[in-house]
């Protein structure tokens, strides 16, 4: 059978098994159960036809792997014990590196485990099915360690574990097999040949090398994230192909056999898959990897589409719930991109040099074949992906390989390992810097408003505009440096202004308000439903550390853009009330009720509502529930009185007997459900009221309008005015819009 033939085979049972492992996962086991039997009679009827016999095949393995592990679980002692709430004492093994977390009582870990003895009430079960512990505190738990644990069970939410283990005690019962011992002793080395420059570019090369992601900052990923540079954080297909190529190239420049050659590969990709974990998409890159090998031994390396076909298939059949996972589906996703587009793309830039070409042509493949992927997971799109990817291409592989001589040269000479780590560290900071250069420009990412499947159509559509421009060189650069301008985009002049007392972002329908506190320092003041107008505005306003981050409620049109908000810049301080709010990277979090008073830096924050004896609240509650603020800056009061309705806001006043302000911020974007006596006992000056264009809600009403007139309090609304800021001129008010 012809290769291309072959292609035709194996393609359509990847994606076959692909879509099927991703539906039964979340299916009843009865469904596994009809789609083995169906693929069974699809099978018999059609075995003499490969193009359908090989994918109902493969769908009879998948659908068999499915059903037998929801078996497994559904019918595991740990899954029934979890369902009454039980607390155990286990034995778990560690299946991937823990991972610690900030929470509101502090950090937590979080730890992937195969749970293997479970003993309740007298009675012991061995076991195995998957778990995962939360234990409090930051500890450091590697894949293959062995712990004991007492820990209260409850139900998990993935259908592939069986409980979730909430850690009360542990201890160290074994460092696990040899293999892992020795894989860590490797990441030290790496970690070690790189310390001596303690910054985040030293972080990086732990990561580029060994998926090693413990050092990064919050800050850091979430710049990665917005210039579409996460995937160096998920080691890969290129790290394997880095490491695979130094070693088979340099055994034949010395005429190695091709028996040899194929035994270091396959002992360099298991060492890869150790070294890194195996993680998604390091099974996948070595899979593919293996397959590759297997041509070599028959005299072909076969095609790269078949490679990956085949990988896909081997994965989703040894672990069904792969086929969900963020981090396979981005790698497979990409790397089918680049080997469909890159090569016709890169020929579609003959005008350009060939490694210019290929430069430029395998980020935009990759981009544009993960784009609904990322869209669903960020609700953004990067517009910087592109650039800041052909940036960083040249010192990937000066990073990965000397991060590597690193960890080797440390095992034999520890002394001399810096001499390679600061090597990598040189060609990691290069990436840091663009990847921070990136995050910090207005226009790095945009807001797709719809669902991330309606991108499924438009991409292609898009690729077809790609393709047409590109044969076109004087348009292509053109539009190139046009894009550069919109994302960049030159500040207003005149803007950011000085002496400014509140800013109110135009966020679109929701809150979104700055009250500087230090050059380049500010607090926020909830950030909007969507990530790019806070970023923006806070990027316009030269914002790069928020001193405190204050969600006032958990609603969507409050919390839900917080990534623009952190996007390039650290929290010292997350806030927020009984409602709650979003688990934001931060030093520190605090809950705010009545009666508290904080500082920061020259500003004064009084909280008057709610009352002190509050507690969680309801979703439906949430608006009464709102954290209300009266900031002091320059002499001037401003409140802050979140989404409050005409109840909550009779209980403000009951509580408080000084309301007054000089700036208000209206409650629920000027809804009607208000009292009319608060205007009264605040007695503002300045009104701002952050609400969207054409919304369907109808704010701000009428009434409210009509009582601010009647009160003369001057009103400034964003979907009127944009972004507003009162600023402060020799003790008066006075408001300037962008």
Do not use: Y
Not at 126 to 154: C, P
């Amino acid at each position: 059978m012809t290769g291309s033939r072959s292609d035709l085979r194996v393609v359509p049972a990847a994606l076959v098994a692909w879509a099927t492992a991703a539906g039964l996962t979340r299916a009843p086991v009865a469904a596994s159960l009809a789609v083995a039997v169906a693929a069974v009679v699809v099978l018999v009827w059609g075995w003499r036809r490969p193009l359908l016999a090989f994918p109902a095949a493969v769908l009879v393995v998948v659908a068999a792997t499915c059903g037998w592990r929801l078996t497994a679980v559904e019918s595991s002692p740990v899954t029934l014990l979890a369902e009454r709430g039980a607390t155990v004492r286990a034995e778990v093994h560690v299946r991937e590196d823990a991972r610690v977390f900030s929470g509101a009582g502090g950090p937590g870990t979080v730890v992937p485990v195969t749970v293997r003895v479970v003993e309740s009430r007298g009675r012991t079960w061995r076991v195995r099915v998957r778990a995962t512990a939360f234990v409090e505190g930051s500890e450091r738990f590697v894949t293959g360690t062995r712990l004991l644990v007492r820990a209260g069970l409850e139900p998990s939410d993935g259908s592939d574990e069986a409980a979730v283990l909430r850690v009360h005690d542990w201890r160290r019962a074994g460092a696990g097999p040899w293999w892992w011992r020795w894989s860590e002793v490797v990441r030290d080395g790496v970690r070690d040949g790189v310390d001596h420059r303690g910054d985040q570019a030293a972080a990086l090369v732990p990561a580029l090398v060994a998926g090693d992601e413990s050092g990064l900052s919050d800050r850091t990923r979430e710049e990665f994230a917005t210039t579409g540079l996460t995937h160096l954080l998920a080691v890969s297909g290129a790290n394997l192909t880095i490491v695979l190529g130094i070693v088979l190239l340099g055994l034949r420049a010395v005429g190695a056999s091709r028996r040899t050659v194929l035994l270091a590969g396959v002992l360099t990709v298991v060492a890869f898959v150790v070294v890194a974990r195996p993680e998604p998409s390091v099974q996948r890159a070595a899979v593919m990897g293996s397959v590759a090998l297997a041509g070599l031994l028959v005299g072909s390396a076969g095609a790269g589409l078949r490679a990956l076909a085949w990988s896909v298939v081997a994965l989703v059949v040894l672990d069904p719930w792969l086929a969900t996972r963020p981090g396979f589906v981005l790698s497979v996703s990409a790397t089918a991109g680049i080997i469909a587009f890159a090569p016709p793309l890169a020929r579609r830039l003959h005008w350009l040099p060939l490694p210019v070409a290929t430069a430029v042509a395998v980020p935009i493949a990759a981009h544009l074949a993960c784009l609904p992927v990322v869209t669903s997971l960020s609700g953004e799109i990067s517009m910087v992906a592109v650039f800041a990817n052909v940036l960083v291409a040249p010192a990937v592989a000066p990073a990965t390989v000397a991060g590597l001589a690193a960890g080797l040269v440390d095992l034999v000479a520890p002394a001399l390992a810096p001499v390679p780590g600061t090597v990598a560290w040189a060609a990691a900071s290069v990436i840091v810097r663009v990847a921070r250069l990136g995050a910090s420009l207005p226009g790095a990412a945009i807001a797709w408003p719809w669902p991330w499947w309606t991108l499924i159509p438009v991409t292609p559509l898009i690729g077809c505009g790609v393709w047409w421009l590109l044969r076109r060189p004087a348009l292509a650069v053109g539009m190139t440096l046009g894009l550069l301008v919109a994302i960049v985009r030159t500040p207003t002049p005149g803007w950011p202004p000085r002496d400014v007392v509140v800013v109110a972002c135009d966020v679109g329908q929701g809150d979104g308000f700055v009250v500087p506190t230090a050059p380049g320092e500010a607090i926020v003041i909830d950030v909007g439903q969507e990530p790019g107008p806070i970023h923006r505005c806070l990027t316009e306003l030269e914002i790069d550390r928020i001193s405190l981050l204050l969600f006032t409620h958990g609603d969507a049109d409050h919390v839900d853009g917080w990534r623009g908000a952190v996007r390039g810049r650290e929290v010292d301080v997350l806030a927020d009330g009984p409602s709650g709010g979003p688990s934001v990277p931060a030093a520190r979090r605090i809950r705010l009720l009545a009666g508290q008073r904080v500082k920061v830096g020259g500003v004064d924050l009084e909280v008057l509502w709610p009352r002190a004896d509050t507690g969680r609240v309801a979703p439906e509650a949430r608006n009464d529930a709102s954290v209300v603020v009266r900031a002091t800056v320059r002499g001037h009061r401003i409140l802050f009185t979140g989404d409050l309705g005409e109840e909550a806001q009779r209980g403000l006043g009951r509580l408080n007997a000084d309301l007054s302000a000089d700036v208000l911020k209206v409650a629920h974007h000027g809804s009607a459900d208000r009292w009319e006596g608060l205007l009264e006992r605040v007695a503002p000056s300045v009104a701002l009221i952050g609400v969207g264009a054409d919304n369907p809600h109808g704010h701000p009403t009428s009434a409210v309008l009509d009582d601010l007139a009647r009160q003369r309090v001057a009103v400034w609304r964003t979907d009127t005015s944009g972004t507003i800021a009162v600023l402060d001129r020799d003790g008066h008010l006075v408001v300037s819009a962008r």
